[in-house]
């Protein structure tokens, strides 16, 4: 299991998922504003408020207590119920949701065993969904990072998350009626804030070793060259969605 605990605060400064994305799945998934959404691996509820800002009731299971901690001291989440678990064990009980979302999750865990946990939780034709932000490294700063990166860790990759999720959900007898699509979002931030972000890159992390800090180090160096207080950074918020079969076993 990956360890969180570290990298905690960063996640509440990375950008959110494109509003237009989660407009679109939940205009898709949803019935009406009296659904009730499973967020897995909420972390520190990014993907959650998003979905309580469409009215949706929400439980947000993740499995760190750090990240469990700040989602809970978020006051737009004051109504949202935190339960430990993880992807392939809630501990919810069946049948109860109407929609599961992974933000930015559903690489981390044992996606076979999530997907059927995911099942196990929603009702009959309830939908699954998980999406991550990726930068666009199209942008001449965003290239520039990528190129540092690989110099320093030839062997990087960024596991399944950057990955086309349909083969995997259309080979499972549990859901059908699968699609995807991506929604484009440009975000002005504050320069500080998007560099410490990049500690929640847990993926780069773990690769890098005794090379973290180095590398985060350059990514500063190299963002503050381009804006030193403010900087605009685009990413594409990508997502899949299935619809649960009716009778699940």
Known sequence: MWDYTEAASAFTKRPDYAHSAVDTLLQTATGGP?????????GTGNLTRL????GLRVVAVEPNAAMRRIGKERPD????????????????????FDLVTFGSSFNVVDRASALRESARILRGGGWFACLWN??????PLQARIEAFIRAELPHYHYGTRRENQAAFLERSDLFYDVCSFDRRVEHRLRTDDWLQAWRSHVTLRRQAGTRWSAILAGIDALARRYALHEIEVGYTTRVWMARRVQHFA
């Not at 009296?34 to 909420?42: H, P, Q, R």
């Not at 979905?51 to 469409?54: G, I, N, Q, R, S």
């Open 34 to 42: 009296n659904a009730v959404a499973c967020d897995i691996g909420a």
């Open 51 to 54: 979905l309580v800002a469409h």
């Open 77 to 96: 989440l004051a109504h949202v119920e935190w339960r430990e678990g993880r992807g392939e064990a809630t501990g919810l009980r069946a049948s109860a």
């Open 134 to 139: 990726h930068r666009d490294l199209d942008d």
